[in-house]
T-cell receptor, first 114, second 111 residues
Framework: DADVTQTPRNRITKTGKRIMLECSQT?????MYWYRQDPGLGLRLIYY???????NKGEISDGYSVSRQAQAKFSLSLESAIPNQTALYFC?????????????FGPGTRLTVT | DAKTTQPPSMDCAEGRAANLPCNHS???????VYWYRQIHSQGPQYIIH???NNETNEMASLIITEDRKSSTLILPHATLRDTAVYYC????????????FGTGTSLTVIP
């Protein structure tokens, strides 16, 4: 089984709809991240969480919210989806520690907002 | 976090070494250099990381210059499966190890 899973893998939704993307991990890591990737561009950080009670905004948090329901679960919500939120979304995890903040990525969720 | 600069694309003949450069001239003393790759639209895959010393693992070698302002990722015997976008990232504990991926280098391994 994959260590980092994302659901759904693909989603098409309409402008103005609320949508939630979910991420689960079995790696036992404390830290979790949400990124988006637009065509031809690198990943950009939306939100990150260092533990259940710690949520931080990333580079592009406007229009998004997150929930860290448990150590293993981190959800990303679009309260009112708009077409320019069409992108590939990745969840990632990493362990706590002073060294080696290697991030492990999920397979991605392809979101289309029409 | 230090920003990095990479060439947008490179080609490499199959079986030859692929040398991917990265400039990180504003890197801080406690920032690590990480390399990831992304095949098609899959989740990025960790390759290697280092602080000051050169590093080697089963996938690649990382050569960091003495002044730490640049580094080179070396894939010793490139295969067609190494065709991917390669990202060089400089990140450290002072800023929560946030990763800025940039646009990376698109490596094409040619048969």
């Amino acid at each position: 089984d994959a260590d980092v899973t994302q659901t759904p893998r693909n989603r098409i939704t309409k402008t103005g709809k609320r949508i939630m993307l979910e991420c689960s991990q079995t790696k036992g890591h404390d830290r979790m991240y949400w990124y988006r990737q637009d065509p031809g561009l690198g990943l950009r950080l939306i939100y990150y969480s260092f533990d259940v009670k710690d949520i931080n905004k990333g580079e592009i948090s406007d229009g998004y919210s997150v929930s860290r329901q448990a150590q293993a679960k981190f959800s990303l919500s679009l309260e009112s989806a708009i077409p320019n939120q069409t992108a590939l979304y990745f969840c990632a995890t990493s362990r706590r520690g002073a060294e080696n903040h290697e991030q492990y990525f999920g397979p991605g969720t392809r979101l289309t907002v029409t | 976090d230090a920003k990095t600069t990479q060439p947008p694309s490179m080609d490499c003949a199959e079986g030859r070494a692929a040398n991917l450069p990265c400039n990180h001239s504003t890197i801080s003393g406690n920032e690590y250099v990480y390399w990831y790759r992304q095949i098609h639209s899959q989740g990025p895959q960790y390759i290697i990381h280092g602080l000051k010393n050169n590093e080697t693992n089963e996938m690649a070698s990382l050569i960091i210059t003495e002044d730490r302002k640049s580094s080179t990722l070396i894939l010793p015997h490139a295969t067609l499966r190494d065709t991917a976008v390669y990202y060089c990232i400089a990140a450290g504990p002072n800023t929560g190890n946030q990763f800025y991926f940039g646009t990376g280098t698109s490596l094409t391994v040619i048969p």
